[in-house]
């Protein structure tokens, strides 16, 4: 399909986008169209355009008519925006795409496209222009004559227009010169997004979801009507489409995700799009624009701020507060930045957040107005890279949105306006190159592109693109993909990221030996690199009889723990260019050609294991102990000791004998540090495992150690709590010895015996100390 | 403090259980006033902390035994913090200086320097001098251990070392020169089986002395092990037979198999 | 960390009485010195056995320039006592604490330290007299302890300053292994390499040393001291002391020297010996693991055994085998190895050869 679409100018593409938006728009603003119909048809080509993506339910202001073009559009650009639709009479509306140049769609209700063809200085809006049909295809009374005509009255207008607006965009671009391309051309609104249509839309739709809660208007109509509207129009303009078909099972099925029963609180499901995706695909650009898009102000966190307390405050601040001053009174909506670094202490912050109405659900309608302030109202969209294991909790309760490459097509269009917008040439095929080997990132495509232009290149070809090195990502693409390319032969697929070096005749060698080479010393990890590397080596299928492989291997590593040595301690760095050859060398000894089946390496994690629990083991206990001789000789006997054989019975019916042994085992827990936590595993059971050591003896192929029944666990876990309770209130009272509590006005409630006091005019009225001990 | 290892530690010099004799020669340093640096060494299990703890109850009373964990923090001249757990009471300081990695020197340079120069103001009811402790003294670098030695003798006069170590093999010269070696030997089995019986007496529990020998066999002498495992029998069965199943530590056993599977006949099922 | 330097002032209510108290222990400072300070050589006259170096150093005494020093040689032979007594006979008492700048490996010495306190203290310019009247020689000392143990950069640092101050600088270098100096370096200076004590001069020495303490002592007990210290008195006076501590008023014995020296009893390795000569591997096993659990240090046995097999009656031939093996145990040793699979690999090299002989 690509290749199809790139040679015929995306006719089919265009096809597909076209009704997707359509529905989403129908969807978004059923009732604003139809209000719309009769005005429409006067109004210019530009004004019906910003008009149909402009959400007009946005809540400042809900009377927005389709007519008023000035005061609607937030973004200063808008005057651009007319520039950019010139037509250049008649002779532009074609009946079949135009062999070249660009061209803009354009289909009536009843499915006939005209293509109108496009000024080349037009170039960088040609993206919106797309959306043109978009806003006609639902009007009724439309035929091709009369827009011409209409066209044709507006153009001399325009004409006009564009002139003065011109000089304006001149100024404009002169002050803009030393800004990024990054910055300056980036999508400003839903339309230009060169995102994934599927997932933008998705996205809007979560988001609009909150639309009554936040805004407070109902949508209960909507699903009964959206159904009419999408499929009244997705039919018709779609029928010679095949690829809308594709989509269509996902965006229904979407649509009954999105589409769920609202909450109590007329919350959407879930409260919290996470978007995730390798770096510059436009996610937070994304995020961004549609929430600006949906009447948000948008509150970013960002990686900078990570403190669990920081990020509390933050959330706080953004879900239940409201900019009062300035002229953005909109709702907040928090946009978390780069989650994948935060903390697990923050992530789980934001579930608390997320789930605070789950603890209230049994508050009845009236309690609900109080308690209403500290429920979360406002949404959330959380951007990653990765999924790490931090995230997994959140990502049960989240809109999950994978955001997948982006069509090289549509990147390179948008290329290609740029390119011309500047005033460079670029062919098609000069851009996909450009696009394939910086993997679709649009940020490093227009980075290039500036840094070519900054270089004084107006003129690109293929083979500039092949040589430069600018464009090629210093990526750090993470110590998984590094294992994994390490202990992988390449497909025979060619690679154009380094095929710049090869030459044909030179075979696999040099080039695996540099890929390797350039990805291990651009992971920087070394360290954590070569652990991987040890701990998953003797696992690959590799034929290898006589361990020659091995032993080699084995040599290399201890050179490399040697370098180590040497750099760490003579501070000598210059040796730490020969520290990435370790991945190489396990490349050539150890590559196949099966996906290999790797692991993270735990031995640093089993040492935090082991460091935690020591730190928190009393002193007395600690003297005795280190690391070393805890993990030979107590902890495998530990475990054993901590398994007494308990009857399954209440421990209120326990023979004294049997209280000793449970005193004392968990005693003997508590001294050294271990504690018992309650686990889900993915069948749904619940189990009980031992914090931390467990995995630091167990060897692969032994007989599992005998557990206690989850019961004992169970009774063994309470028991613990109540006996830590009771300590620390031993150590607090040890603390603050006897303080007489006088309760002077203390009540008796009902005929129990618990007590307490009245405190008047304070915010803790009723107040009263009770101890650990009286309730056990 | 549940398990039996350390609920039936020894915490007198006069109360060890065997090597009696270097108990009595320790006791007599004690007492001749001028103690110098410690060097103590011997396999693990052996018992060497035991007995450093107990020579230090006997040289500052029980006020030792009052411990506390302190988190430092040493600036090293690089400007990098380094963040290191330390045991002390108020008149020793326990340090493993290995956990601190490559950066060892430092807190041996660091940390014996600011104890060294803060003097005892008042010596009449304790010694006067301090006691560093510094553990697994044999996993230290080498620039470490030249960085102690001269240390050593400067502060001779205010602070007294008790290095502790595996063996002396890794520890340089110049420091075996200047300290006192002490060497603990590992309890006999007879030795062993006798502790392991005095355990179990103070515990109410019968020992079959079949079951002592085989425990402190497998333990291979290592006292810690051995009580260790003969609590971990009494979990599994009590009362005790003579014949039962000692539990051992896992990676022993993973060790055996796979030594056992090296060697074992290759065959077409395997 | 405060609470445990401030530990000791918890109770610091009576003043007075604990002066009076406080008096007699600072008295009886002295004699809790360790013997190896308290019998340091005071005057260039008492260094033992070193002869050129002491030459060297009289003529400066007397009024020649010193050159820039090097000394080096195995540990306890008397360098850092030798340059300390020159230094205090040179400058005295008072004026030693501002002519001398002493820098050992327990202080900083990276490239900043050279270059900044070194420098400093070397620009300074100091006068030919000292303040009783005696006529001094117009220069300071810098004395580099261990400088083995500097980093090469800290070394290069060193060259030019050492070039640039000589008016009114020496500079006194001490370590072991002269290999580790920079040849630049090495050149600068004058270099003397300290023996290894001979016996009768450390004979004399402990001699000396068991009078003016008081101790009871056997000659069978000296010459253990004299034999396992390998001519560096600082240990034989240690060890000694330790004997003398933990033996109070006893006799020292041969038996308590070996014991604190940390050796393996001789009857120990013979029977290792025996067992690799003519015993099965199981019992060889058994024996190496009872000598390793006995706590002896690997590198300990490794010495004796090779003493034993350079002695013993095999062919060159064997013994070259031996020691070949012995010289990789040694290394994998201070690698970090295992001391029992070490002690094995060697024994079963041994046994080995042992009964090829057969």
Known sequence: MDEYDEMFGIEDEFEAQFADELEVMAEMEPKAKRQKQDTVVKKLFGTTQTDGITPPSSPERPTASSLDISGFDPIPETPIRLTAVPTQGSSNVLKRPPLEGDYITVTDTVGTRVYLRQREEAGEKVEESRIVPDAFGALGLLAVPIRKLREHEAEKQILEESQRLTDLLAENSEEMCSRLWVDRFSPRHYTELLSDDFTNRCLLKWLKSWDTVVFGRERKARPVHSQQT????????????QNANRFKSKVEMTEELLEAELDQYKRPKFKVALLSGPPGLGKTTLAHVIANHAGYNVVEINADDRSAEVFQKRIDTATQMKSVLGANERPNCLVIDEIDGAPAAAINILLATINRKDGQKEGETAKKKKKKESILLRPIICICNDYVPALRPLRQQAFLLTFPQTQPSRLVQRLAEIAVHQGMKADTGTLMSLCEKTDNDIRSCINTLQFLFGRGHKQLDSRMIQSISVGQKDQNKGLFHLWQETFQLPRVKKRIGEGFEETPGLGGGTQRFQHILHLASSSGEYDKAAQGLYENYLSMRVRDPNLHNVCEALEWLSFSDRLNQVILHGQNFSLMRYLPFLSVTFHFLFAHSHVPRLSYPHSQHEKNALSTMLSDIPASIRTRI??????????????????????????????????????????????????????????????????????????????????????????????????????????????NPEKNVVEAMGTAVGNSDVWFRFNEGMSNAVRRNVYIRELL | MSLWVDKYRPNSLAKLDYHREQAAQLKNLVQCGDFPHLLVYGPSGSGKKTRIMCLLRELYGAGVEKLRIEHQSIVAPSKKKIEINTIASNYHLEVNPSDAGNQDRVVIQELIKTVAQSQQIQSNTQRDFKVVLLTEVDRLTKDAQHALRRTMEKYMSTCRLILCCNSTSKVIGPI???????????????????????????????????????????????????????????????????????????????LRETANAIVSQQSPQR | MHAFLKGATVQSTKPQKEKATAGPSGEKKPKALPWVEKYRPKCVDDVAFQEEVVAVLKKSLEGADLPNLLFYGPPGTGKTSTILAAARELFGPELYRQRVLELNASDERGIQV????????????????????????????????????????????????????????????????????????????????????????????????????????????????????????????????????????????????????????????????????????????????????????????????????????????????ITEKTAVVDKCLADGADEYLQMLSLCSVIMEQAEKNN
Not at chain 2, 224 to 242: D, G, H, N, T, W
Not at chain 3, 184 to 209: E, G, V, W, Y
């Open chain 3, 114 to 321: 050279v270059r900044e306190k070194v420098k400093n203290f070397a620009q300074l310019t100091v006068a030919g007299s000292r303040s009783d009247g005696k006529p001094c020689p117009p220069f300071k000392i810098i004395i580099l302890d261990e400088a083995d143990s500097m980093t090469a950069p800290a070394q290069a640092a060193l060259r030019r300053t050492m070039e640039k101050e000589s008016r009114t600088t020496r500079f006194c270098l001490i370590c072991n292994y002269i290999s580790r100096i920079i040849e630049p370096l090495t050149s600068r200076c004058s270099k003397f390499r300290f023996k290894p004590l001979a016996n009768q001069i450390q004979h004399q020495r402990l001699l000396d040393i068991c009078e003016k303490e008081n101790l009871k002592y056997t000659n069978e007990s000296i010459e253990a001291l004299v034999r396992v210290s390998e001519g560096d008195l600082r240990k034989a006076i240690t060890y000694l002391q330790s004997a003398a501590r933990l033996n109070t008023d006893k006799e020292i014995t041969e038996k308590a020297v070996v014991e604190i020296a940390g050796v393996v009893p001789t009857k120990m390795i013979d029977n290792l010996l025996e067992i690799c000569f003519k015993g099965t591997f199981e019992k060889l096993e058994v024996a190496v693991k009872n000598i390793v659990d006995e706590g002896y240090a690997a590198t300990q046995i490794l010495g004796q055994l090779h003493e034993a097999i350079i002695e013993r009656d095999i062919s060159d031939k064997q013994k070259s085998a």
């Open chain 2, 176 to 254: 075996r020169s200047r300290c006192l070696a002490v060497r603990v030997p590992l309890p006999s089995t007879e030795e062993v089986c006798s502790v392991l019986a005095a355990v179990c007496k103070k515990e109410g529990l019968l020992l079959p002395p079949e079951l002592a020998k085989q425990i402190s066999e497998k333990s291979g002498r290592n006292l810690r092990k051995a009580i260790l495992m003969c609590e971990a029998c009494r979990v599994q069965q009590y009362p005790f037979s003579a014949d039962q199943d000692v539990p051992e530590t896992d990676w022993e056993v993973y």
């Open chain 1, 626 to 735: 280190s690391q070393l001789n805890l993990t030979l000789d107590i902890l495998s006997l530990l475990l054993e000791v901590i398994c007494p054989k308990l009857r399954p019975v209440n421990p209120q019916l326990f023979s004294s004998r049997e209280k000793e042994q449970l005193k004392e085992l968990i005693d003997t827990m508590l001294a050294y540090n271990l504690s018992y936590r309650q686990d889900r595993t993915p069948e749904g059971q619940y189990t009980y495992v031992l914090e931390r050591v467990e995995d630091v003896v167990k060897f692969p192929g032994l007989p599992p150690r005998r557990q206690l029944t989850y019961q004992a666990k169970q009774t063994v876990s309470r028991e613990m709590e109540q006996e830590k309770m009771r300590r620390a209130e031993q150590l607090l009272q040890r603390r």
């Open chain 1, 230 to 241: 999408s499929k009244q129009i997705s039919f018709k303009p779609n029928q010679p489409n």
